[in-house]
Structure formats: structure tokens, C-alpha cells
């Protein structure tokens, strides 16, 4: 693949472009930020001396969390079986740390501390602390002295424990890592003297699950291994591994019983790569393979001090005066596993938070906070402006009052009050404007969210039992406004199951999927069984080339197919409509076996035995079956291809490998003479091996860039692979342009479908009745072809029972077998013409490339006897040599591997989990840009893009690397061909574009002195690229590009200065939210770093499942998380918190104007008693139960329209716009409220006008309307847990006024609430006359705005602007709309189809969709594109229920319709086509 991407980097390193031109392109481009304003370097600055005075006196002085001074000469640590005092720490000057770990974020010491300051960072509880705190002063508060401040301690207590509980969480699941099992050398006798009886008691309860950890005597010795735990671990302790036993803590290898002191180590969990790595026992520790020579080699390790730099290591050992570096290879890190070795024993060198692994963890997270909160503060403050201006507002009233009226009142006389007192009493009386309980109610909608998410089967796994699980619930409304995805890759989009799925040879390609038929065959899909017929056939390949075979007999078993030909069971995931080989391996076989002599025949033959002889994999025998152990999954795959095509490896050792020939007895011995080991810096691996026939065979695998120059017809390779890639850039040319036409959305994407809309404005001047059209041409407003990974006609072939060839010839009719028609390719001449060859195969290799699969080249030769001879003198004194022993072995390995001939190639899939790539194509369709963060090689992660789809095949990839040069001549670079390509496709879209990095370059970026101004460059570039995809790249170099990125301001830059109505308008964008997504323990840091952490129940165990913010069992269900849970959650936590403040702004408005009636001096309107329940009993149902169960839009149009997210990213839910016409409308409904009541009601009283009965007849209206509106009139979907909230409220509310009748006692009080109820302004109609007066006031008017409202916007209207209002066509089209004269698809269309605006389906209201939700046809078609990539998910359908549903759909589609009928479908959508 890497011969044919695209990258700037590989053609031209550095550039000769000053930084002046290149800074000039960005700001034509319009990709860099202005400069920063005065004003944002004083807040840095302040924000800089902040955290100086919080680093130096909380960190530092009182929780003593100081950084440490680096050691003089690195840690000292001696080589002892055990140590009677612990090692010191010379930078600390006591103990080494102990080997615990923690991932909470608080502490019994720092938990309340913390706590605290977060809850009084909220700006609505520090509000209520600043009113709360003044009004416990005796005489200030007309509401009494603690009816603030003791709610508000209550409600911030629940929060605090609330937190604490879900920290005690994390800390049981810390004390589970750190209790695990580990076997260290003690000796006999000892008592660990930190054991108390606490750790023996969880020693014993995990020694019932591990049997791991036990204590073993060793014969002769006076030690022993001593069972203990994790956190007892030492610095200096001997410890002993098992096979598969996760390593504790960082160690030194002195003992492997691998071949040559050697251990294999998996780092998966470390830095997600799936090779094995090869550590070895270093020469100096060689007599260390006894405990008696641990007790005897006193060696001395001096060691560098802790880093998380996880690509090097640096120390050196001495042992008797000898010293030797320690490097990488000798060293194994914490979260290692052990394969493929049976034991090996290590001396602990770092433990606890100073290991490689936790170094690279984020190791104290800080609590996250919802970004919607950040607009809740906003609004928070203008209604502190709001509460100043009436308590402003209403004392001057007063002052105006006390001089017109006060003073000339007798019985006012000397009973004025200051006039401090009487704003500090209206600013405590209107304060509960911000609602006390906006956080309280708030948590408890998100405990009803999360309840929702946790019980959703949609995103139940039944596979692994595996249910979503919401661990963090403040932050939920995050999941609705998500920019960016940061993905890992092993574990979380792949499966790490490589598969061995094509091969080129000779110029032809070959598809392998036995193990598809054999899965196929396990869940009982195939048709029929297939008789076997075993014959033998000779496979001869004779040489007729020199770089051929031997002549060798070779007997084969083979069985026969079934011969009917059906198509290929597999798709690529990358480019699932890509056309497969007609001709699988099978069929090779076959051909193989009818021309044994064909020159094909020999060179596939010679291909196939490559794939078995060139890798290191060891063969096992288990229960009768051979198992392989091997160094990288790559390997095994090729291995077992090797089985299934007929050479099984039954035995290998450092010197020789056997091959069994399947289906026969026979077996053929190959010696290794010599294995040059695969490298980073190599990239291919070769072996040397002696046939049977005593000739020396080379054979070399890697990836075609290395390969391709040292073939032995190089140069007419390279002029091939030229001409292959140019014939490729041209077809991707014209792809890339008949891209560009095609329809895009608002954000540049492609479109989940296309829809033309026609407004039905014509009546039909027929007679109403049954509609005499056929029942064919009733027209179906969607019709989507369904995606599915095979069609349902298409049948499985018959199953092969074994994995060998399969034939059905008799072995006597074997001579003259006819070939059939499909081999009649393999007879053309160009089949051993190399020109022809290289083009093809290279061809094959980007088209493998292109489906995301990983693809090597093979090549070999023969050598002579002193050839190799020469050669092996040379490899011997690299293999000896002391000094640069590894460059030395490259080089000798380059000597040898020249002049090869092209054998083949192979494509090996990394086998995605299910649904990745229509997950990956979801998310992007909403607006979500995704990156995929790994410590895999570079080509390796390419593939897997291309696979899961985040590459397109026309994709623009950059490549940016370090090594090849200056990083910020490479960026300039890259800006120039956007440029080039955008000022010469001036119509056109932007084309797909991915930036692909290493740690390295990374790393790079942070030094200025050699890359210049790179690191401003690519963090002003990285927002106009679709993907990044990171590769090698460690678990904090992942965090702190999710930090970059989040901290990265992603607004677009606009010169043109704004109105102020503009503003209000077109708010401000909050900033695009961060997600990160893995599965295993070198992802922690990355969740932490993010808004929000999704953590996946894979294969590197449930370390991020339990620590991220929400768990899921496959990639595929984070789409369902975002876009159905993201934009519910979203759109429920927004409505809630307009509804919050528009009822407490609609409540408190009457009191207000009623100031006027009182002289400003205070009284309420309202009864206390109704107003101190108020918001718990009467308005709180109405915003928490729409908060939980509201849905605007059902789940499967959210998952078929993606689009629909951006929504939630343009801040839809909740902006100033939002905001202010709520408030609006509250004002506006208080002033209706108050004024019906206080006119209509006091003008015609009969029995009772008194301030109580006011007060109750607006304080009823208040909470009738309040119910209607949240729960009846502006909730969409309607349950009947909202209309049993509405009748619990309505009841309730007049269970209240009969409690209140009874329960004040008789007296003069200004409320004459005694009795009211029954006897004075219950009985009277006048109250009730005004009461229905003024609720079916504000209903009629709310229900004819929302009426009017949604008929614009389903004719196209309501986005007008006002200019459009002010020509005469549009209201010549409403008027010829109003008479009805319009021909079916006339009237207002431009309204549709002009301004560009509406024209996308993310710009569409939400009340149009929901009209079209109600159309059954329209809803079938969004079911069944919502279950693309998730079939098989969800509860099993009731087979009673599908052939009901089944009924009615044809009741439906045979039921005439009437004309009626149709003029009441006002959206007909004529046509949709799914964008591909």
C-alpha cells in the first residue's frame, strides 16, 4: 500500500517554501486562527497564575504532591533473592512507592476539600450561598432566616454523596487490581511483616479464584516462591511469571525458559499492538537460570528514573566488574502478558504510579462537567441582572410611593424602612427566579436518563451478556454535541483475529473464505454435504526455471466439491461493493491437481510452500489437535492458509521445520540454516532453509516498498508499479470529480438520502369517494434498497468437510481430465510474462490495500553452496558482535537479500468487529470527524482505515514524518495542493482528506529549534482534514492530543462585523465536544483527557470499561449511544432547563406587577405554604418526567438520518435565541395571567376579593397551565407515564386546596385561607369563570401558534426571511394557495428549493419530521434503514407480532384511497435515494 499513497512527505521531505509564503496560503485558505486579543492574554495570564498559586500551595504544601528532582545517577538497585530493609529512593529519601495503584479521583483527605469547590463553582449554588448567607441575619428576610441556605446544604450534600458513592466504586475496583496474585522468591520461613490480618483475609479470598499465586518449595534451596499480592510488591523483589500471567509491575529479565533465554511478551494492553515482542535475558545475567545463581551473581542495575516514555530504555548491569547496557529488549512492562513461554523470572525496577504504564495514565482525573452548563451559567447570570433590575425597579417604586402617598398616611406615620432593607428584601424575595432546585431536579432526570441508557436492549450484546452501563450520569447531554470520535484500534474497532482472505500469483487473484464456509457450516447454513472421495494425485512441480522448485513427488489427499458455482461469500468492509474473484483456492486446488505441470501449477505450488516455510510459528499438540504459537497474528493466519491449502507445519525447532503433506502420512524435513527476524526498520523478515534436495532456498516476506528494489528485475518493476500507480491516481481522478456533482449537506458531507419535496395545494374537484386507482401504483413515499452483507437468495455453497483441496475426479480418470472453461485465463502466455506480472500484482496489491487488507510480497532465490557460505561468515560476526550487533545483522541480511525473483502476494484481513464500518460512515454523516489513535505500525493502521471506511479509496493521504524532514515544510506542503485543488475545482467539493502521524512526529512537533512553527501549523490544519489516524503512538502522547484538540479553538473565523440583532440571531457556537473510545488499560489517560470516555468490554480486559464514563460492549453500539441516546439526552436536558426558568419567570411575574397594589412594600401574592411547595410538589413532575422519557423524534429515524445530530453540535436545543423566546413568552403569558385574573375576577366577584383569593386564582392558573403546556401541549411523544404526571399534578393540586382549607387555623391574617375553598371564592362562579377564561386564553393561543407554525414549515414558509416577506410573489402565492386555484405542486416552492437553505435534512425542523413519522410507509423505510449494521441486536421479535404487522401492511397497501385522504397528507415525498 505504501508504494501507491499519496504523501507529500515521501516525494519531497523538505520544502524550499519560506514560512512567509506558507502563512500566507493558511490565511488564504482560511485556516488559521487571528491573533489573540488583549483581552484572552490577560486571561491566560491570570488563568497561568492561578494554577502557579494552586501547584505551589494545595498541591504542593498541603496534599505534598511535589515533583521530584531528577537522581544523579539513575536508580541503584543490587540483585538480591530478597531484601531484609526496603531500597531507598534517593530523590524521595525514603522507601521506593509501594506497587499500588489508584484511579479514583479522591481520597478520605482531599474528598470534601475537592468537593466543595467544585459544587461552589456552579455559579447557581454559589448564587444561593451569597442570598442564603445574608438572609440568616435577623430582620433583613421577609421569608424567614434559613429557607435558602438549609435547602441549599441539602441538596449540594445529596450531590457529594452522589459523587462519593461513584468514587467508592472506582476505589473497590482499584483494591481488586491491586489484591491480584503474584509469586515472588522469599525465603523459607518469612513473614511479611506488612501482613496484618486485614491482607491475609483478602489474600485467602483471592487465592479461592487465582491458582496462579501459590507457595512452592524449592528442593535444596532455603527459599521459596512466596504467594502475595500486587501492592506487596518491592522495588528489588525476584518475581516469577507463568504462561498468559499479566506481568505486575516494570522488571528486568533474568531468567526465560524460551530457546536461547528468550520470552515472548504481548503489549496489547500497553500500546494496543498485537506482534508479540521477543525479550531476551541479558549475556551478563546468563547464570541467573538457578535461584542459587541469583543468590551468587550480586549483579548491580543502575536504571533511568521514571518516564512514560514507553520506545526506550536506558540503564546498564554490571556483574563481576563486566557492564552491559540494558536496554528495550531485556525490559518488560507492567500490563505485559507472558505468551508462548512456560516461565520466566524478573527483578521488580519500578512499581506502583511510577511504572511505564501508569506514568502514561491521566493518574488524577479531574470531575467532568456537562458543556451545556457552561450556557446554564449564562443564563444563570442575565437572571441575576433580571432579579437586581426588579428589586431595583420596585424600591424606587417604593421611594415614589413613600412620597406620594406614605407620608401623608396617619398610620404610616414613623413607620418608614431604610432603604437597604428594602431592596436586600425584594432581591430575597424574587431570588427563587433561579430556581433553588434546578441541580436537585437536574440529577434526577439524569438518573432517569441513565436508567434508559442501562436498560436499553438495543445496545445489549448477547454474544458476551454485555448491557450498556452509564458510569458517569452528569454528563450526559455530552453524548448529543460529540465533534470528534478518537478511537483506539485494536480491540476496539478490530477483533485481532487476522484471517488469510486473498493471493496474487502469476498476475492472477484468488479468493480464500474456507473458514467462511466452515462457520457457515457450524451454524447449520449449509445446503448439502458433499460425499468424500479420496484419491492420489502427484503433484510434480518440475523446475523449469532456476528460482523453481526441485522435482518433488508429493501425494495428496483431496476431496471433491460440490461442482454448482455460487457467488463469493465475502465482502470487503472498506469496499463492500467491490467485485470479488470469480475463483477461489479451492479452485486453485483443483487446477493444481488436473495440470500438475503447468507452469502456473508450479509457480502456485512454490507460493503455497513459501507461505508454510517463512515464519517462526510453533507448532502444539492439544487434545489432538496441532495448535499454533505464534509471534503475531499475521503469521497465524498465513500458517493456517498454509493447512487449508494442503502443507500443514506438524513440528519446528531453531533447526529444522516439518511439513506434513494433509491427507497422507508423508512429511518432508526442511532445515533452517538461518532466520533474519522482522524489524520496524526492515520491514521484512527471510529464511533460509536446505530442502530435501540439499539446495539452499531464500525466501523473503514484507511489504512491497522494501521488496520491490530488491527484486532482480527492479527496474522493470519500478517502471511497472509507476505506471500502475498513475493509471490509479487518474481513475481516482475522475472518481474524485463525479463525487464533487454529486448532492452534499450543510456540512459538506454526503447525505444519508436525497429527498424532493411537493406541497399538496390543490383540491380535487371530484366527488369524495374510494379511489379507483390499482393497487400497484399506490406510491410509496420512501424506497430504500436495503444493505445487507449478502443478498437473502444467495445460498452458501456446500460445505467441505476438511481444509484441503477438494475434488471429485477419479484418480484413474486424473490423466485426462478436461479443464473447465473458467481456468482457460491461467493458459495465456502473459501468465509468465514478468511485465505483465508486476503490473498485475501490483494492481492486486492496491485493490487489497483499498479493502483494508494487509498485504506482503514474497520473494525468493536459490543460493549456491559458497554463496551462502561467504554470507554466513558474515552474519556470524554480526550475531557475535558486542558492539551494534542489531545494525550490524541488518546489514548482513541486505547483502543476502538481493536478486530475488516475485513469488507472490498475500492479503490478510484483520477481521473488524461487527457493524464497524456502517458505524464509522453513521458518524461521519453527522458531522463527526474521527480519528484513530494507535501504537500499531504505520501501514498496519492504514489498512485497518481503509477496512472500517475512515479511508476512502479516492482519499487524499498525508503522510507526516519526521524522519523524512521538517515538519513545517511538510505542512506548508500540504496546504499548498488544498490550495492548488481548491482554486481549480472552484464548484466543487473539497476532497476526502487524511493526515496520517506518528508518535514520533508528534513528539516533534514540540520542538520549535528543529520544525519551526510546525505545532501552530497542524493544530490550524487539523480542523479542515476529515480523519487523523496517530500510529505509534503511546497512551500519553494519546491524551495530550485529545487535550490539544479540546483546548484547540475550532470557531470559524468571520471578518464581517455582526449586529447585535444578529448575534441574538446566530449565537455563538459552543465548541465541538471530544470522544474517546478503547478497550484496555493503555487508554485511560485518552478517556480521561476527553469530555467524554467510552470504554468497550474487548480483549484487553474491562480496565476502560470500568473506568470510562460509559461501557459498551461493541464499537457498533457507540452510534446508538450518540445519536439516539446523545440527541435525547440533549434535547431532554435543554428543554428542561428553558422550562426550569420560563415557569419560575411566568410564576413570578404576577407578584411583580402586583408590587403596584401594595406600594411597593413587599407583600406577597402568593400563600407561603403553596410557594414553599411549589416547586416540589406542583412543577416538578412537569420538567423531570418529560426530562426522562421525551422523545422528539423516534429512534429509528435518528439512526437512519444521522444528520439530524448536528442539531445538537449548532447548539439547536439551547442558545440565547432559544432562551429569549422563552422568556419572552413568559413575560408575555405572566402579563396575560395577571391581568384576566385581576380584571376579569375583581370585577365580578360575588362572595370573596380578597388578597388570598387573587393570590389562589393566578397561583392555579399558574400550575394549570404550566402542567398543560410541559406535559400535554409541548411533549411530543405521549406516554402514559406523562399523562399520569399531568393527572397526579392536576389532582394533586386541588387535594392541596382542600388541605389548605382545613389546615390554617381560624384568625385575621392577610390570607383569609381558612375555609376559602369551600365558602367564600370556591362556590363563586366569577373565580372558576376566570380561571377557564385565562387557561383557554394562553391554550388557544399557544395551540394556533404551533398550528400556523407548523404548517410554514411543512409548506416551506417559516424559514422566509423578511425580505422574501416584503415581495409581492410570495403573497401572490399565498393568495392563489388561499383560493385553491393552484395546480398540484404550484404555490410556494422557491420557498423550498431557493436560498439553499432547507434544501438539507439536518436544516429541516423538527416538526416536519415528525409529520413524516406519522406517514406508516415513511416509517417502515426509516426501521429498515436504522438496522443497517446492527442486525441481530435488540430482543428477539414475537413471531405472533411480525405476521401482524405483516397483515396490516397489506391491508394497508390494499385499501383504496380517498381523495380526502390525500389532501390531508400535506408532505408527499416523491422520491428518496440513500447516497451510497
Given at each position: 500500500m505504501s508504494s501507491f499513497t499519496t504523501s507529500t512527505a515521501e516525494e519531497g521531505g523538505t520544502s524550499d517554501i519560506s514560512l512567509e509564503k506558507g502563512i500566507n496560503t493558511f490565511s488564504k485558505a482560511g485556516i488559521l486562527r487571528k491573533t489573540s486579543s488583549s483581552a484572552t492574554t490577560v486571561t491566560r495570564t491570570i488563568k497561568a497564575s492561578t494554577q502557579q498559586l494552586y501547584q505551589r500551595y494545595i498541591l504542593e504544601l498541603i496534599f505534598q504532591e511535589k515533583e521530584l528532582p531528577p537522581s544523579k545517577d539513575g536508580r541503584h538497585i543490587p540483585l538480591r533473592p530478597h531484601h531484609d530493609k526496603p531500597l531507598i529512593d534517593e530523590r524521595r529519601g525514603s522507601a521506593y512507592i509501594p506497587n499500588t495503584i489508584r484511579t479514583s479521583r479522591y481520597t478520605v483527605y482531599d474528598f470534601l476539600p475537592k468537593q466543595l469547590f467544585f459544587q461552589f463553582s456552579r455559579l447557581a449554588n454559589f448564587y444561593f450561598l451569597c442570598v442564603g448567607v445574608p438572609q440568616t441575619i435577623p430582620g433583613v428576610s421577609t421569608t424567614g432566616n434559613f429557607t435558602t441556605i438549609l435547602p441549599l446544604l441539602f441538596f449540594v450534600l445529596l450531590t457529594v454523596v452522589k459523587e462519593g458513592y461513584d468514587d467508592w466504586k472506582r476505589h473497590r475496583l482499584d483494591k481488586v487490581e491491586n489484591a491480584r496474585s503474584a509469586t515472588v522468591l522469599r525465603p523459607i520461613g518469612h513473614v511479611d511483616s506488612r501482613q496484618d490480618w486485614r491482607t491475609g483475609f483478602a489474600l485467602r479470598r483471592t487465592k479461592e479464584k487465582d491458582t496462579v499465586a501459590v507457595d512452592e518449595i524449592i528442593p535444596g534451596s532455603e527459599y521459596k516462591w512466596h504467594a502475595t499480592q500486587w501492592k506487596d510488591l518491592k522495588v528489588g523483589d525476584v518475581i516469577k511469571l507463568s504462561r498468559d500471567e499479566d506481568v505486575p509491575a516494570d522488571i528486568v529479565l533474568l531468567y526465560a525458559d524460551g530457546e536461547n533465554g528468550m520470552a515472548y511478551i504481548e503489549t496489547m494492553a500497553l500500546d494496543g499492538e498485537t506482534n508479540l515482542k521477543n525479550k531476551q535475558v541479558s549475556k551478563a545475567l546468563q547464570r541467573c537460570n538457578t535461584i542459587q545463581g541469583i543468590a551468587n551473581c550480586q549483579a548491580e542495575f543502575v536504571v533511568e528514573d521514571p518516564n512514560p516514555d514507553l520506545y526506550r530504555f536506558d540503564g546498564r548491569v554490571t556483574v563481576d566488574g563486566e557492564t552491559l547496557p540494558l536496554t528495550l529488549n531485556e525490559v518488560v512492562y507492567r500490563g505485559c502478558t507472558l505468551r508462548n513461554t512456560t516461565c520466566a523470572i524478573g527483578m521488580v525496577l519500578n512499581t506502583g504510579e511510577e511504572c511505564k504504564l501508569r506514568r502514561n495514565a491521566d493518574r488524577h482525573p479531574k470531575a467532568k462537567k456537562p458543556a451545556m452548563e457552561k450556557i446554564a451559567?449564562?443564563?444563570?447570570?442575565?437572571?441575576?441582572?433580571?432579579?437586581?433590575?426588579?428589586?431595583?425597579?420596585?424600591?424606587?417604586?417604593?421611594?415614589?410611593?413613600?412620597?406620594?402617598?406614605?407620608?401623608?398616611?396617619?398610620?404610616?406615620?414613623?413607620?418608614?424602612?431604610?432603604?437597604?432593607n428594602i431592596i436586600i428584601g425584594f432581591f430575597i424575595q424574587f431570588n427563587n427566579i433561579i430556581p433553588l432546585a434546578l441541580y436537585v431536579s437536574l440529577e434526577i432526570v439524569k438518573l432517569g436518563q441513565m436508567w434508559m441508557l442501562n436498560s436499553d436492549l438495543e445496545m445489549y450484546d448477547k454474544v458476551s451478556d454485555t448491557p450498556a452501563k452509564c458510569n458517569t450520569n452528569t454528563i450526559l447531554e455530552n453524548l448529543g454535541q460529540i465533534g470528534y470520535v478518537f478511537s483506539d484500534k485494536t480491540g476496539t474497532l478490530t477483533e485481532n483475529v487476522m484471517k488469510f482472505r486473498k493471493m496474487s500469483i502469476a498476475g492472477t487473484t484468488w479468493l480464500h473464505e474456507m473458514d467462511i464456509l466452515k462457520e457457515q457450516e457450524e451454524l447449520g447454513l449449509t445446503q448439502t454435504k458433499t460425499k468424500e472421495k479420496e484419491m492420489k494425485v502427484m503433484l510434480e512441480p518440475t523446475p523449469e526455471y532456476d528460482n523453481s522448485l526441485t522435482k518433488t513427488t508429493t501425494v495428496v489427499s483431496i476431496r471433491s466439491p460440490n461442482p454448482r458455482r455460487s457467488s463469493s461469500q465475502w465482502r470487503s468492509t472498506g469496499r463492500p461493493d467491490h467485485v470479488q474473484p470469480e475463483v477461489t483456492t479451492e479452485d486453485l486446488l483443483q487446477y493444481i491437481r488436473l495440470r500438475p505441470n503447468a507452469p502456473f501449477s508450479r509457480r502456485a505450488v512454490q507460493f503455497i510452500l513459501a507461505i508454510a516455510l517463512c515464519n517462526t510459528c510453533l507448532p502444539e499438540v492439544r487434545e489432538g489437535e496441532i495448535e499454533f504459537q505464534a509471534a503475531s497474528p499475521d503469521e497465524l493466519a498465513l500458517v493456517k492458509a498454509a493447512q487449508d491449502l494442503g502443507f500443514l507445519v506438524v513440528q519446528r525447532s531453531s533447526h529444522a521445520v516439518t511439513l506434513r503433506i494433509d491427507g497422507t502420512e508423508m512429511e518432508r524435513a526442511y532445515q533452517i540454516l538461518d532466520v533474519i527476524e522482522f524489524s520496524s526498520k526492515r520491514k521484512r523478515m527471510s529464511i533460509i532453509v536446505r530442502c530435501p534436495d540439499d539446495r539452499i532456498w531464500l525466501i523473503t516476506k514484507g511489504a512491497d516498498s522494501v521488496i520491490l528494489p530488491r527484486l532482480r528485475m527492479a527496474q522493470l518493476a519500478k517502471q511497472k508499479a509507476n505506471e500502475v500507480r498513475k493509471s490509479l491516481e487518474a481513475e481516482h481522478e475522475m472518481q474524485r470529480r463525479s463525487e464533487a456533482r454529486e448532492p452534499r449537506n450543510s456540512f459538506g458531507g454526503r447525505p444519508s438520502l436525497t429527498i424532493r419535496r411537493s406541497i399538496n395545494l390543490a383540491r380535487q374537484n371530484s366527488i369524495a369517494g374510494p379511489s379507483k386507482r390499482p393497487v400497484n401504483s399506490r406510491s410509496k413515499s420512501f424506497e430504500v434498497g436495503r444493505m445487507s452483507l449478502s443478498a437473502p437468495e444467495d445460498r452458501l455453497r456446500p460445505h467441505i468437510t476438511v481444509s484441503t483441496a477438494s475434488y471429485d475426479v477419479p484418480y484413474e480418470e486424473a490423466g485426462m481430465a478436461s479443464v473447465p472453461d473458467r481456468f482457460a485465463f491461467l493458459d495465456d502466455p502473459s501468465v509468465c510474462d514478468e511485465g505483465a506480472i508486476f503490473t498485475r500484482c501490483f494492481k492486486h496489491i492496491d485493490d487489497f490495500a483499498t479493502e483494508g487488507l494487509r498485504t506482503l510480497l514474497f520473494a525468493g532465490r536459490f543460493l549456491s553452496e559458497s554463496e551462502y557460505k561467504t554470507w554466513k561468515k558474515l552474519y556470524h560476526d554480526a550475531e557475535t558482535s558486542l558492539v551494534d550487533r542489531q545494525e550490524r545483522i541488518e546489514a548482513a541480511g541486505e547483502v543476502v537479500e538481493q536478486t530475488l525473483d516475485l513469488i507472490g502476494a498475500t492479503a490478510i484481513e484483520d477481521k473488524l468487529q461487527k457493524g464497524v464500518p456502517e458505524t464509522i460512515e453513521r458518524l461521519r454523516r453527522a458531522n463527526i470527524k474521527i480519528w484513530m489513535l494507535t501504537g500499531d505500525k504505520r501501514e498496519t493502521a492504514i489498512n485497518i482505515a481503509h477496512s472500517a471506511r475512515l479511508c476512502h479509496p479516492t482519499s487524499d493521504i498525508y503522510i507526516l514524518d519526521a524522519a523524512k524532514g521538517n515538519l513545517e515544510g511538510q505542512l506548508i506542503d500540504i496546504v499548498d495542493e488544498l490550495n492548488i485543488r481548491a482554486e481549480t475545482m472552484h464548484s466543487a467539493i473539497p476532497n476526502h482528506t487524511v493526515v496520517v502521524i506518528d508518535g514520533n512526529s508528534l513528539a516533534a512537533l514540540d520542538e520549535p529549534e528543529t520544525h519551526g512553527n510546525a505545532k501552530e501549523l497542524f493544530y490550524s490544519l487539523i480542523p479542515t482534514i476529515d480523519s487523523v489516524i496517530c500510529c505509534r503512538a503511546s497512551p500519553a502522547q494519546k491524551a495530550l492530543l485529545v487535550t490539544a484538540i479540546r483546548n484547540h479553538s475550532h470557531q470559524p473565523i468571520n471578518t464581517k462585523k455582526k449586529s447585535f440583532f444578529s448575534y441574538l440571531v446566530t449565537p455563538k457556537r459552543t465548541q465541538p465536544l471530544t470522544l474517546a473510545i478503547g478497550d484496555g488499560a493503555n487508554d485511560l489517560a485518552m478517556l480521561s483527557a476527553a469530555h467524554v470516555g467510552v470504554g468497550i468490554s474487548g480483549r484487553e480486559g474491562l480496565q476502560a470499561a470500568r473506568v470510562a464514563d460509559y461501557a459498551v460492549a461493541q464499537f457498533r453500539f457507540l452510534s446508538r449511544l450518540l445519536l439516539v441516546h446523545g440527541r435525547w439526552n440533549y434535547a431532554r436536558t435543554a428543554k428542561f432547563i428553558v422550562a426550569t426558568f420560563w415557569k419560575e419567570m411566568f410564576f413570578y411575574l404576577p407578584t411583580e406587577l402586583y408590587q403596584r397594589y401594595t406600594g411597593y412594600t413587599g407583600t406577597s401574592l402568593y400563600e407561603s405554604w403553596s410557594l414553599t411547595v411549589l416547586n416540589t410538589l406542583f412543577t416538578s413532575l412537569c420538567v423531570i418526567v418529560p426530562g426522562v422519557w421525551e422523545q422528539d423524534l423516534s429512534a429509528e429515524t435518528l439512526m437512519a438520518v444521522p444528520e439530524l445530530y448536528v442539531w445538537g453540535q449548532r447548539d439547536g436545543g439551547l442558545n440565547l435565541r432559544k432562551y429569549l423566546g422563552w422568556v419572552v413568552a413568559a413575560v408575555a403569558q405572566g402579563v396575560v395571567v395577571w391581568w384576566v385574573c385581576w380584571g376579569l375576577y375583581s370585577g365580578i366577584a360575588v362572595k370573596d376579593n380578597g388578597l388570598f383569593a387573587v393570590g389562589n386564582l393566578v397561583f392555579t392558573v399558574a400550575i394549570v397551565w404550566t402542567n398543560v403546556k410541559l406535559l400535554i401541549i409541548d411533549t411530543h411523544h405521549k406516554t402514559g407515564i406523562i399523562l399520569g404526571a399531568f393527572g397526579i399534578t392536576f389532582a394533586g393540586w386541588w387535594v392541596w386546596q382542600i388541605f389548605l382549607a382545613g389546615a390554617y387555623a381560624p384568625g385575621v391574617w392577610?390570607?383569609?385561607?381558612?375555609?376559602?375553598?369551600?365558602?367564600?371564592?370556591?362556590?363563586?362562579?366569577?373565580?372558576?369563570?376566570?380561571?377557564?377564561?385565562?387557561?383557554?386564553?394562553?391554550?388557544a393561543v399557544e395551540l394556533g401558534y404551533k398550528s400556523i407554525k407548523r404548517n410554514m414549515i411543512i409548506s416551506g414558509l417559516w424559514r422566509l426571511g423578511w425580505r422574501k416577506w416584503m415581495q409581492w410573489e410570495t403573497w401572490k402565492g399565498l393568495l392563489a394557495l388561499g383560493r385553491g386555484g393552484a395546480a398540484r405542486g404550484a404555490g410556494?416552492?422557491?420557498?423550498?428549493?431557493?436560498?439553499?437553505?432547507?434544501?438539507?435534512?439536518?436544516?429541516?425542523?423538527?416538526?416536519?419530521?415528525?409529520?413524516?413519522?406519522?406517514?406508516?410507509?415513511?416509517?417502515?423505510?426509516?426501521?429498515?434503514?436504522?438496522?443497517?449494521?446492527?442486525?441481530?441486536?435488540?430482543?428477539?421479535?414475537?413471531?405472533?407480532?411480525?405476521?401482524?404487522?405483516?397483515?396490516?401492511?397489506?391491508?394497508?397497501?390494499?385499501?383504496?384511497?380517498?381523495?380526502?385522504?390525500?389532501?390531508?397528507?400535506?408532505?408527499?415525498?416523491?422520491?428518496?435515494?440513500?447516497?451510497k
Open positions: 451559567n449564562k443564563i444563570v447570570i442575565s437572571l441575576v441582572v433580571v432579579v437586581i433590575s426588579l428589586s431595583v425597579g420596585c424600591s424606587m417604586g417604593y421611594l415614589i410611593w413613600k412620597d406620594a402617598y406614605e407620608h401623608k398616611a396617619w398610620y404610616l406615620r414613623d413607620l418608614g424602612v431604610e432603604f437597604q392577610p390570607y383569609a385561607v381558612r375555609g376559602g375553598f369551600f365558602s367564600s371564592f370556591g362556590p363563586d362562579p366569577a373565580w372558576w369563570v376566570a380561571l377557564f377564561a385565562a387557561v383557554g386564553l394562553l391554550t410556494p416552492m422557491w420557498a423550498w428549493d431557493e436560498g439553499g437553505e432547507g434544501r438539507n435534512v439536518e436544516e429541516w425542523d423538527v416538526e416536519l419530521w415528525q409529520a413524516l413519522e406519522r406517514e406508516q410507509t415513511v416509517r417502515d423505510t426509516l426501521k429498515g434503514m436504522s438496522r443497517v449494521g446492527h442486525e441481530g441486536d435488540g430482543p428477539e421479535p414475537d413471531e405472533e407480532t411480525f405476521e401482524e404487522e405483516v397483515d396490516k401492511e397489506k391491508d394497508r397497501e390494499e385499501s383504496p384511497v380517498t381523495d380526502c385522504e390525500r389532501q390531508e397528507r400535506s408532505v408527499v415525498v416523491e422520491s428518496v435515494q440513500t447516497a
